[in-house]
Structures are given as structure tokens and as C-alpha cells.
């Protein structure tokens, strides 16, 4: 058995090494991030923000009254085609800034009323915030991590992660391959989210909610966005989940997808809004299914105006 010295010693010695042939995520690309090379998440291993902000549009038990303090992280290895957040996963859009400089951040968001830290698409820039994390605990840091992801992210590196991560908000994006290629080339999408997924609950095991104030402690949320003229999927996504993990995590079941740029000429498919019949008819599916643990969002969720507005630098 390693004690925890010794594990802290081998997550250390991962962390200084795994962007010198970057293998963070599924695409591999082993570029020398470290030596400034760009990966296929389009960073350096200098880490860049494009906003941190308290954020009032997740999930209720996440934002709240209060808000959550949300850290959005320029790049990403995933690439989807209708990405809501395109400025800063593909537009370059962000500041760079040090792992003591994200400690700061965390206690500037905690000085605004944060119920929690949210970490929003970390995933190239795991082996930094894992330090961050540890430092910001060091140091007597006690809000809530909450760890946003698309889950296109290896198990060993989320494993750098474990101890530190106090909820995990992944997104189940697809099951079939076919459309995992088409919208994000991704087609390992669904094997690699399946065993993410799986590594998150058994690290945080089932929801905790506290008692007073009903804003969620520790557990697994799981997001799934449907799509237009996706919605058997959507199904089988569900379905899936629950077959899984029963009521152990949160199927979050959202509506919100907002066609952006020129998606609607490239993928006519998507160039509308989700119908609202659409939407009820994968709210009765879960109900059916057995699903008791899940949120769902109410009245014109689409709107550009959900969008944030990044760091123009």
C-alpha cells in the first residue's frame, strides 16, 4: 500500500511531467506544452482564463442565491462544432495567469459570495490546478471545488485530481460513435466519458446536499445537452445513466442549446433551437425510466444572452 506521502511524491512527479509529451486527453497529441509547443486544446502549458466571475445560470444546488464562483479556462481538447463558449475554446480569447494567481482568484470569488469554485473545462490544464487546489486547502481554503467538464479526459489525469475535486459536473455528450465523429471527432468520445464518469463517482460516491441551504457538498452531476433531432439518443444517454448509477449521481437534462455562428449552414441539423415537445418528451422518458434525482430547466433557455462575455486579452 502507498501511504500518503508516497502518493503526494507520485502525483507531484506526474504533474511536472505530463505536458512535457502532453497525454492529458484521449487525442494523445504528446506535444511539449512545457516548451511552449501548442497542443491539439490549442494551449501551452501556461495556463490562460477567459473569465472568473460569480455565475448565477447552473444548476440550483451549484449557483443558488449566491452564485458560483466560476472559472472559465481558455482552450479545449474536445472541439465541439456548436460549442457555446467558442471565444475561448477555439478563439484564443483569455489572460494567462500563475497557479498563485488562480489561488488569488479563488479568494477573491469566496470575498464575492461564492458558494463554490467552479473549474469550467480544465482538463489541459490539469496538472496546474491540481497544484492550485492543494495550495488554496494548504492554506485553509474551504468552499467547495466544483470540477466542469465535457469528460473527454483520460482516468490517470483525473486522478490527480482525486482528494482534491469536491463535485464533479461532467457532460455525457453522445453513446453513438458515429455522431461523437461527426459534431466533435471525437469517435472514442463515449468509451472514454464512460470510464471518466466512472472514475468522478468513485471518487466523490454519491450526492451530499447540505442540510440548511440545499447547495450541493460533494457528488456527481451529470450534464446531457440534447441536441435537435437528437432526441433517441438523448434517450439511450439517459437510459444508460441510470442503468449505471441508479439515484447515486444527478442527471442534469438541459434544453439551452443556442445554434452560434454559421453552425446552421455547415450541420443544417442543427440549425434551430430544441423543440419544447422534444424536450418534454426526454423529461417523460427519465420519469418512466425511474430517474428521481435530476434537474431540468424551465421556459426560453436558449438565448445568446447566457453566453458570457470573456477577457478580450
Known amino acids: 500500500m502507498i501511504d500518503n506521502t508516497e502518493n503526494s511524491q507520485r502525483k ?21 506544452r512545457a516548451d511552449g509547443e501548442i497542443g491539439v486544446c490549442g494551449e501551452t502549458a501556461a495556463m490562460r482564463i477567459g473569465r472568473a466571475a460569480l455565475h448565477m445560470w447552473e444548476e440550483p444546488c451549484i ?22 463558449n467558442y471565444a475561448i475554446s477555439d478563439g484564443g480569447t483569455g489572460r494567462q495567469i500563475t497557479v498563485e494567481a488562480l489561488v488569488q482568484i479563488f479568494r477573491d470569488l469566496e470575498a464575492q459570495g461564492a458558494a463554490n469554485i467552479n473549474l469550467v473545462t480544465a482538463d489541459h490544464f490539469i496538472p496546474q490546478v491540481a497544484q492550485a487546489i492543494r495550495q488554496a486547502k494548504d492554506q485553509g481554503f474551504s468552499l467547495p471545488f466544483i470540477y466542469n467538464t465535457s469528460s473527454y479526459v483520460r482516468v490517470e489525469a483525473l486522478r490527480m485530481l482525486d482528494g482534491l475535486v469536491d463535485v464533479y459536473l461532467p457532460d455525457m455528450k453522445y453513446m453513438d460513435v458515429d455522431t461523437a465523429a461527426k459534431y466533435s471527432h471525437a469517435p472514442d468520445y463515449p468509451v472514454v466519458a464512460k470510464a471518466a464518469i466512472a472514475e468522478m463517482v468513485r471518487q466523490c460516491g454519491e450526492v451530499v446536499l447540505d442540510a440548511e441551504d440545499a447547495y450541493i457538498r460533494r457528488g456527481v452531476i451529470v450534464r446531457h445537452m ?3 433531432k437528437h432526441l433517441l439518443e438523448a434517450e439511450k444517454i439517459i437510459r444508460y445513466l441510470y442503468e449505471t448509477y441508479g439515484n447515486r449521481i444527478y442527471i442534469s437534462m438541459m434544453s439551452q442549446y443556442t445554434p452560434v455562428g454559421d453552425i446552421g449552414v455547415r450541420f443544417p441539423e442543427l440549425a434551430d433551437k430544441v423543440r419544447r415537445k422534444s424536450y418534454r418528451k426526454l423529461l417523460d422518458y427519465a420519469v418512466n425510466l425511474g430517474v428521481e434525482q435530476a434537474f431540468y430547466q424551465e421556459g426560453e433557455v436558449a438565448k445568446e444572452s447566457f453566453i458570457p462575455e470573456f477577457y478580450k486579452e
Not at 21 to 30: G, N
Open 63 to 84: 449557483s443558488g442565491e449566491k452564485g458560483s464562483g466560476a472559472v472559465f479556462f481558455t482552450g479545449c481538447p474536445l472541439h465541439c462544432v456548436y460549442c457555446q
Open 226 to 228: 440534447l441536441l435537435p
Open 12 to 32: 507531484n512527479k506526474i504533474e511536472d511531467t505530463e505536458q512535457s509529451a502532453c497525454t492529458l486527453c484521449p487525442r494523445d497529441c504528446k506535444k511539449n
